[in-house]
């Protein structure tokens, strides 16, 4: 049984995937991949809807934010599983391994907000097409947009403020790629049912009752779709909102299969990959889901890349 040092520790070691010698150059060179197409495509995405007119609507707008959201969390973990990867241990201070774990929650809670403003939208445009111009103006857009993150920042603040506090003692090693919340926790040598507390607390307030919110408006949305008497109208009609709702199912199905599974020794491999669906293939796939399913997306990518090689022509 390895002994606990109970002298407050000052570097944290980020094992990440230590079953995987054999295949470090294939892993590497993908995340390498899945990291930079990420950043290009979700770079691509809020460059096409500042540079044309045509998408300066609320769905885009939020789109944006989502894609900012995306970029933030991908920075903050990806660099970092590349690096645990070349070194085999990422040596990161407690404060350093604090700051990650609070730009990794903003992340997620802004997503959380972000998803369930969208969801709105398409409530609104679907649902109430009479009243969706009324409400959803650009002061509700930006209305949304600022309190979405400076309540995921100023909440994840207090809660981070609260973590910061807690005497971490040894041994001083997280089997996990980047600082979460649980591997942090389990480092704790002082009582941690303040945390608790606030982690239910805000589990409820970001996570529980946006998924509620979203649960309820899919509900009326598929119930309004299904009235509508031609076959176009309702493919039409879902088209609008399929690519939320795919993004949505995905990082909401990852994110509660974390968060609800055992924490069992045996099922940290399994809660690893999951993470690694959350925090790497969510921000990957977000804008290749919208871009694919997006005609208005397609466009404009076309003439900016037409635009570009004419200019370089």
């Known amino acids: 049984m390895q002994e606990i040092n109970l002298t407050a520790i000052t570097v944290i070691h980020l094992l990440g995937f230590q079953d995987t010698h054999s295949v470090t150059f294939t892993i590497f060179f993908l995340l390498l991949v899945v990291y930079c197409v990420t950043i290009g495509g979700n770079l691509l995405i809020i460059v096409l809807v500042s540079y044309s007119r045509s998408l300066h609507t609320p769905m885009y707008f939020f789109l944006t934010q989502l894609s900012v959201s995306d970029l933030i969390l991908a920075t903050v973990i990806v660099p970092n599983i590349l690096h645990t990867i070349v070194d085999k241990d990422n040596i ?121 919110i979203i649960l309820i408006s899919y509900i009326c949305i598929i119930a309004t779709i299904l009235q509508i008497p031609s076959t176009i109208g309702r493919h039409k009609a879902f088209s609008t909102c399929s690519s939320h709702l795919i993004v949505v199912s995905m990082y909401y199905g990852t994110l509660l299969c974390v968060y609800l599974a055992p924490n069992r020794p045996q099922s940290m491999n399994v809660t690893k990959f999951l993470s690694l669906m959350y925090t790497v293939v969510t921000p990957l796939m977000n804008p290749i889901i919208y871009s694919l399913r997006n005609k208005d997306l397609q466009n404009e990518a076309k003439k900016v890349i037409c635009g570009f090689y004419s200019n370089i022509n």
């Open 92 to 212: 990161l201070s407690v404060p350093g391994c604090i700051t990650q774990f609070y730009f990794f929650s903003v992340s997620e809670s802004a997503d959380c907000l972000l998803l369930t403003v969208m969801c709105y939208d398409r409530y609104l445009a679907i649902c109430r097409p009479l009243h969706y111009t009324l409400i959803v103006n650009r002061r509700f857009c930006l209305t949304m947009v600022v309190v979405t993150w400076m309540t995921s920042a100023f909440m994840m603040l207090i809660h981070t403020l609260t973590i910061s506090k807690l005497s971490l003692c040894g041994p001083n090693r997280i089997v996990h790629f980047f600082c979460d919340l649980d591997p942090i926790l389990q480092l704790s040598c002082s009582d941690i049912s303040v945390v608790k507390i606030e982690v239910m607390m805000l589990s409820a307030v970001l996570v529980g009752i946006p998924f509620f």
